[in-house]
């Protein structure tokens, strides 16, 4: 029987994760220590050096690791975040939960859909700039362009495509079937590297 597994990200312990459902693991990233009931992307094969230039991409690198040869191909994986999870109905508007109300509108199997191979969260549509133009505004560089060069051609195109677009799922949150997931970690993890390695030639990583 296929499993649907979700796996919450912080880079802090916060209490009320603890009763989250049980298919709803809390996944603690970075520097600092969690209790024995979270997974610590510290213990075993792990990334976690590099969390404050990869963000939750740490926590899905120690994923593709440690958890998915644990799961069959078909499976279900999700990620969330401490502040943003998966309800069951998609909503327009900001909603207000109690911590009951939270809980009992959380997605699960029952009330997945498998029609997809992967759903996001609502994007972001920029009325005024593209993806390129954000980057630069937040990070000060533009560097972009440059990293697309370390894809193949078809990718970069594709990538470049996207890069100078208006829409942006954000978050790194997702579900999808687990084949596709160790596709997405056996794409992304070596190009982030030679992106790593192109912002530390480039002086960008000293902060």
Not at 80 to 95: F, G, M, P, S, V
Not at 96 to 106: A, I, M
Request: one cysteine or more.
């Amino acid at each position: 029987m296929k499993q649907l597994k979700i796996f919450c990200t912080s880079i802090d312990y916060y209490k009320i994760i603890d009763n989250l459902p049980n298919y709803i693991e809390p996944l603690g990233l970075g520097k600092k220590y969690f209790p024995s009931n979270w997974i610590d992307e510290k213990k075993g094969e792990n990334i976690s050096n590099l969390n404050s230039f990869y963000g939750e991409l740490t926590g899905i690198y120690w994923l593709w690791k440690n958890r998915i040869p644990e799961m069959k191909k078909n499976d279900i994986i999700g990620i969330c975040h401490y502040r943003k999870l998966w309800l069951k109905k998609n909503y327009l508007n900001k909603q207000k939960f109690s911590t009951s109300s939270l809980y009992s509108n959380l997605l699960d199997y029952d009330n997945f859909s498998e029609n997809y191979d992967c759903i996001q969260v609502q994007p972001i549509i920029f009325k005024n700039k593209n993806l390129l133009d954000d980057f630069k505004e937040i990070h000060k560089v533009d560097i972009l362009e440059d990293c697309a060069n370390f894809l193949d051609e078809k990718e970069k195109i594709l990538f470049l495509k996207h890069l100078n677009d208006n829409i942006l799922y954000p978050l790194n949150m997702f579900i999808t079937r687990v084949e596709l997931f160790e596709k997405y970690c056996e794409k992304i993890f070596p190009w982030l590297e030679k992106c790593l390695e192109f912002c530390i030639k480039k002086n960008l990583c000293e902060n």
